[in-house]
């Protein structure tokens, strides 16, 4: 059991616990950098209550030693329950995993009190006896490579603080990742965001991506989009998580919580999503990822604010926008093209988690072109492509199979354009990322993929979750009656999504707008 206590002059009171957190026959426990140890392996964050991870392994027992600054753990055990001598194994803070062992074949009885001795070594003490941890022994100094201090300069990446605190209302929560020791190289991180006590669907816009430190850079930031609803949520938290480092070493502090403070306190009589400004805003964050800037934001609600009070020019203008975050390019650039990657290399669309575990990865500006590459080249790069194409070794095997991949899954023949893709192919990865770019953006292959993926990230965007099969199936049969890029169908559709119950119970329990606004 973990119990958090409160001492003060009136005593020690204690105001909470969790159970199963650490137990067990002779587990003792150590505190090292805001974290506890146990001798059964176990790490848990005392401040949030919550098993971080387990050190397994046959030596992971007896007395313990924590060193944060080198990111190991050790622990001592009496060869005599293993059939072997007393054993030192040490564990990395970080992967849990082991990293190497030391035997001592001269310790004799019990193995207690194991703490770090000097730069490069620890010291334990033997008891004569299980039971008695005073009875006569010896005490044993050893010094081992696997206790030495690594450079001071190798360079760690960590999260600054284990919980951001933000209320609802910001907007959004800056998230700061450091890097310390070495910093003349370049060093990524991937971050991501999951669900704590927290709802992606209303209370935040998940956030995924990577980090690039350039050389001399010490720290970057990544923001994670708020929604200001009104629904009594109460104060609930996101897991933040940092993971897939190069160039640099994870520390221990590589998830943290952001904690959403609850700016409200009463049952809502309307929905936010009615006011102008909040609807656009969350057209960005829905469609775009990203907060308005501030031309964006104001040319968005002068369509709307224009109409005054007349309420079938507001309606129809909210419409119109809301359809207008699709077709506009810069979500053609980068969320449809993050579908359209997938449609092309696998003929499958993307689950709403791979889409939106992906979406940070191609961004809007002056990096979009690079962004582009950058993601197609992690996509070939990925297990299931390699998987898919791993036996399509020369370009001819290679373009042909994805071409067949396209003509079967969306129709499109691109056979025209098979010379000028096989001219790009080189054998690496790049050459396969160039090859692959290019068919998904294929004027016939986008085309041909428009309805699809318009559909699609109806249920993405403002549902937050995966089409089911037959609504799918419905909406794409009627878009697929009007000729291409028809805007009045598409708005027909849009509209219907935007006053679903679904769409507008994500900000409040109130309710103002049905489908029957909706063309029929």
Known sequence: MASTLIVDSAGVTGVGYVNNLISGFGVFIKYADGLIYSNSGRVVDPEFNRLLGSFKGPYVSGSIAVDPRLGRIFFVSNGQFFGTNTVITAYDLNTF?????????????????????GTDGLAFRTTNNFVSSNSGGQVFLVRSSLVSAPSIDQPTIQFTSPNYPVYENTGKARITVTRSGDSTGTATVDYTTSDGTASQRTRYAPSNGTLIFGPGETQRTFNVLLTDNALLDGNQT?????????????GSARSALLTIYDSDSVQPISNPDDDVQFFVRQQYTDFLNRSPDTGGLLYWTNQLTRCGSVPQCIHDQRVGVADAFFFEPEFQQTGAYIYRIYKAATGSKPTYIQFITDRGRVVSGPGLDQSKSAYALYFVQSADFQAAYGSATTADQFVDRMLSVVKNSSGVDLTAQRASLIGLYDGTDNGKAAILRQVAESQPFVDA????????????????????????????????????????????????????????????????????????
């Open 97 to 117: 995993l082991p990293i190497g062992f030391i035997n001592v074949p001269t310790a004799t009885g019990t193995p207690t009190s194991l703490v770090r001795y």
């Open 238 to 250: 996101v897991n933040l998580t940092l993971q897939n480092a190069s160039g640099a070493v994870l």
């Open 449 to 520: 993929e428009y309805n699809q993926s318009f559909v699609l990230m109806e249920y993405f965007g403002y549902l937050r979750r995966d089409a089911d099969q037959d609504g799918f199936d419905f909406w794409l049969t009627q878009v697929n009656k009007y000729p291409l890029r028809n805007l009045s169908v598409q708005h027909a559709m849009a509209c219907s999504f935007i006053t679903s119950a679904e769409y507008q119970t994500r900000f409040s329990s109130v309710i103002t707008v049905s489908n029957r606004e909706c063309p029929q």
